[in-house]
Nanobody, 114 residues
């Protein structure tokens, strides 16, 4: 059973940055495409960004493009999400997973508020 552990969230002010991390007990280095998702209060979970195994193909949803950067270190079995210029609408629980998620980790809470 795949289990991911997300970390790095917190409370920040608009315009600030956070870097999220995700570890997978070997699951990340064995997964070709990794994805960051998020779920805001009262809303459905949505994709944020994805990255291929090598890291040379990335995709960002329009609402984070230019502000967020996804990356991975397969040797460390870790996925990252660098989030800059955060806005209140980025407030959500952030999760990492593959492209066909079955199980979810606990996620990490990101709150952007002044």
């Amino acid at each position: 059973q795949v289990q991911f552990v997300e970390s790095g969230g917190g409370l920040v002010q608009p315009g600030e940055s956070l870097r999220l991390s995700c570890t997978g007990s070997g699951s990340i280095r064995s997964t070709y495409f990794m994805v960051w998702y998020r779920q805001a209060p009262g809303k459905q979970r949505e994709k944020v960004a994805s990255i291929n195994y090598v890291g040379d193909v990335t995709y960002y949803e329009p609402f984070v493009r230019g502000r967020f950067t996804i990356s991975r270190d397969n040797a460390k079995d870790t996925l990252y999400l660098q989030m800059n210029s955060l806005i209140p609408n980025d407030t959500a629980v952030y999760y990492c997973n593959n492209t066909s998620p079955v199980n979810w980790g606990q996620g990490t809470q990101v709150t952007v508020s002044s």
